[in-house]
Each structure stands twice: as C-alpha cells, then as structure tokens.
C-alpha cells in the first residue's frame, strides 16, 4: 500500500473512531504534538487536546458518513456528513432534534501520526436545525 493509500486509511479510521467515541484509540492515531484548527478555542496539544475536544461534546450520539478522500503527499482532504443528537450545540438546546451537517477536515498526517487537523464545518446550518434565530445587531453610536 503506498503511503498516500495508507494516510487515506487513517483519514478514514480518525472519524469512524470520533462516530465510535473511541477517544483513547483516537489518541493514539496522533502525535504528542497534535493540533486542531477550527475546532474549540484554545485545545491543548496532543492526546490531551482529543480528550478535552469530547469534553466540550457532552453526550451525544452520531456517525459520521465520508464523501469523498482527497491526498497529495501527507495531506488528506475529507469531506464528510454527521448525522447526530445531543442536547445541545453551542449553548442551543436541541430538544431531541437530529441535526445533519457537513464538514472537511485536512489532517497532516507523517510517520503515520495525525500532528495537524483543520476543521471547517457547517456549525451555523447546524444551530439554525436546531431553531437558533439571530437578530440583527443594533448600530452603536458613535462618539
């Protein structure tokens, strides 16, 4: 298997672990060095980061579905579907409503270790399913 075979693999195998809650075995997929970007504010490096990353998650239950797999050298591109429940997302109850987005990771993944994950993904449909309304701000005045 090459190695951009072997990266897509692990791509895969990161978020049917995340689906599966298996954050240990998630831990070991990563570096010590680990770092998430776009995810929480201010996750620490490395296992440690995964494991406050469920933290913020409370319970929930979800599975994740993988679209597609993009590499080119230790770069793997996934874009993925969640279907999940949880009681709420970013302080927003869901009242046991089901939410599905989208989302795409790129993992940095060398030697076999993830030390590098962006996260770009459809938080704002997921809180309007959730019945989230915004309101338009009210202009300050100027001094």
């Known amino acids: 298997m090459s190695s951009i075979e072997a990266n897509k693999t692990i791509a895969r195998r990161f978020l049917d ?3 599966e809650h298996k954050i240990e075995e998630l831990c070991e997929m990563i570096s010590p060095s680990w770092r998430m970007h776009g ?5 620490p490096a490395g296992p440690e980061g995964i494991r406050t990353l469920f933290g913020t998650f409370g319970a929930v239950e979800q599975t994740w579905s993988v679209e597609d797999v993009i590499a080119e050298g230790d770069k793997v591109v996934v874009r ?14 869901s009242h046991g409503r089901q ?4 989302a795409m990771f790129i993992h940095h993944i060398v030697e076999g270790k993830i030390v590098e ?4 993904a459809d938080d704002l449909g997921r809180l309007l399913q959730l019945g989230a309304r915004f309101e338009p701000g009210v202009p300050q005045a100027s001094t």
């Open 17 to 19: 672990l995340v689906s």
């Open 39 to 43: 995810g929480p504010p201010a996750l």
């Open 80 to 93: 993925a579907k969640n279907t999940c429940t949880q009681a709420s997302f970013l302080g927003v109850p």
């Open 99 to 102: 939410q599905t987005f989208t």
């Open 117 to 120: 994950t962006w996260r770009n």
